[in-house]
């Protein structure tokens, strides 16, 4: 079975950095894909960022793109997302996920296994 654990969540302020990790186990971590998504309240999870399994080629989202960096570690099976510049609007529940297909989708249901979010709240 398949587990993804993420941490590093907290609160900042706008303009600050923080880093989330995801600690995947129960799978070899190089042969999936991995993702994070984001949930703010109220609203529907979107996606964040992507990486292929060796970590070369990542895609983001428009909203993040320039102040989001989504890289991996294989030897130590986690996966990370650096955030800089920090705004209001990414006050969410971030969630890695992991795609064993590949393909650095971002839709959600290609994405076979979850973490448990969480959570990073930004104030202004």
């Known amino acids: 079975q398949v587990q993804l654990v993420e941490s590093g969540g907290g609160l900042v302020q706008a303009g600050d950095s923080l880093r989330v990790s995801c600690l995947v186990s129960?799978?070899?971590?190089?042969?999936?894909?991995m993702g994070w998504f984001r949930q703010a309240p109220g609203k529907e999870r979107e996606f964040v960022a992507a990486?292929?399994?060796?970590?070369?080629?990542?895609t983001y989202a428009d909203s993040v793109k320039g102040r989001f960096t989504i890289y991996r570690d294989n030897a130590k099976n986690t996966v990370y997302l650096q955030m800089n510049n920090l705004k209001p609007e990414d006050t969410a529940v971030y969630y890695c996920?992991?795609?064993?297909?590949?393909?650095?989708?971002?839709?959600?249901?290609?994405?076979?296994?979850w973490g448990q979010g969480t959570q990073v709240t930004v104030s202004s």
């Open positions: 990486v292929t399994r060796r970590g070369l080629t990542t």
């Open positions: 129960g799978r070899s971590f190089g042969s999936v894909y």
């Open positions: 996920a992991a795609d064993p297909e590949g393909g650095l989708s971002p839709r959600i249901y290609t994405y076979d296994y």
